[in-house]
């Protein structure tokens, strides 16, 4: 029998006939985390890349989606990659600088002015430049998708002055440059994982939290907050990792495939967000916020009170990878 099944092979690869493609592939349940709802955005995105991957691979290669932090927080579920016991996360990248000092370069205030900007940075040499950092600390960047640009929801009043900050207890993401932006401008800044959050506003142990509109309306954040101010104040970008010692484990044509999908998944989820961006706002002040959008010349007060930000992080975030965004952006603005 083990003669005739390796003559037929013989005279399949004789013919020009390769075994099945999927060969190639082992039948594998990849785990992918993440800190919102399933209604998010993220969660189109998940499903454009498991179709994806799914077709790719005949089937072999399953992505099973955890929501709302269930596997852990964004820093907690990155734990767990670096250690090998979870395949993937899809992650705000602020609450990693602990891990990569580098990625504290998407948290300075107001460094995007769109999102066209923000793809352009990700998507090209600074975005690859940041991705080679990781594979040394046990991670692998797929793609880059939008969490997106972040505002201030509160319960107490309207930002609508630099001096209305002033005393509130605003939850941030674990990260030394949100606490930094957010003390310089007059709040009780205090960090703290996301899935905390809700219970915390919802107890009135902080006053407001920040975040794009669309997960303060997937999150249902206006059930326990009462105004909405359109600050635009950070752009952050979601990472769509892999664990590297479980990517070392994978074939070159499963790596090929995952890479390829998480792609798809970033346009799709991108496309998403950008869509339900305006919705969610719509939504939230059917559902009682009050939203106000501080003048020109107040958010101008703002964006220079947080300039010493840049200065006070450069050190920490790392001279050349600050002077390397800041020389990008300049090329995309045509401004260097
Ligand atoms: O996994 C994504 C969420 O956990 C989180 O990153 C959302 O922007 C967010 C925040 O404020 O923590």
Redesign the pocket.
């Known amino acids: 029998m083990r003669m005739l099944t390796t003559f037929a092979l013989a005279a399949a690869a004789a013919l020009g006939f390769s075994a099945p493609s999927h060969a190639q592939f082992e039948n594998r349940t990849i785990r992918v985390s ?3 709802n399933q209604e998010h955005p ?1 969660g189109n995105g998940v499903a454009k890349m498991a179709a994806c991957a799914a077709e790719r691979s005949g089937n072999r290669m399953r992505l099973q989606g955890f929501w709302g ?1 269930a596997l852990g ?2 820093l907690q579920a990155t734990q767990a990659l670096r250690s090998g016991t979870q395949e993937m ?4 990248s ?2 990693l600088v602990g891990i990569l000092p580098d990625l504290g370069v998407f948290d300075l205030p107001f460094l995007f002015a769109n999102e066209r900007e923000a793809d352009q940075i990700l998507d090209g040499d600074f975005g690859k430049y940041i991705a080679d950092k990781l594979p040394a600390v046990g991670l692998v960047n797929l793609a880059y998708w939008e ?1 997106g640009f ?1 505002n201030l929801t509160n319960s107490r009043r309207p930002v609508a002055r630099l001096e209305d900050f002033q005393g509130l207890r605003v939850r941030v ?1 674990q990260n030394n440059i949100f606490l930094d932006t957010f003390r310089t401008v007059g709040t009780n800044a205090i960090p703290m ?3 905390e ?1 809700f219970p915390a506003l919802e107890t009135r142990a902080i006053d407001g ?4 509109f669309v ?1 303060i309306d997937t999150s249902k954040f206006h059930e326990v907050q009462r105004f909405l101010s359109v600050t635009r104040h950070a752009y ?1 970008p ?1 990472l769509v990792l892999y664990s590297k010692a479980l990517w070392d484990r994978l074939s070159a044509q499963e790596q090929q495939v995952l890479s390829a999908c998480a792609i798809e998944g970033r346009d799709e989820q991108r496309k998403v967000s950008r869509e339900l961006n305006d919705r969610s706002l719509a939504n939230l002040r059917r559902n009682g916020m009050q939203v106000n959008e501080p003048a020109p010349a107040e958010m101008a007060r703002m964006r220079e009170a947080v300039k010493p930000v840049y200065e006070r992080s450069a050190a920490t975030i790392g001279k050349e990878t600050v002077d390397r965004m800041m020389a990008s952006l300049a090329r995309i603005r045509g401004t260097n």
């Open positions: 993440n800190g919102v993220v932090g927080g964004d996360v899809i992650t705000s602020s609450p969490n972040r993401m994982a996301f899935q959050v939290q920040e975040n794009p997960t952050t979601f």
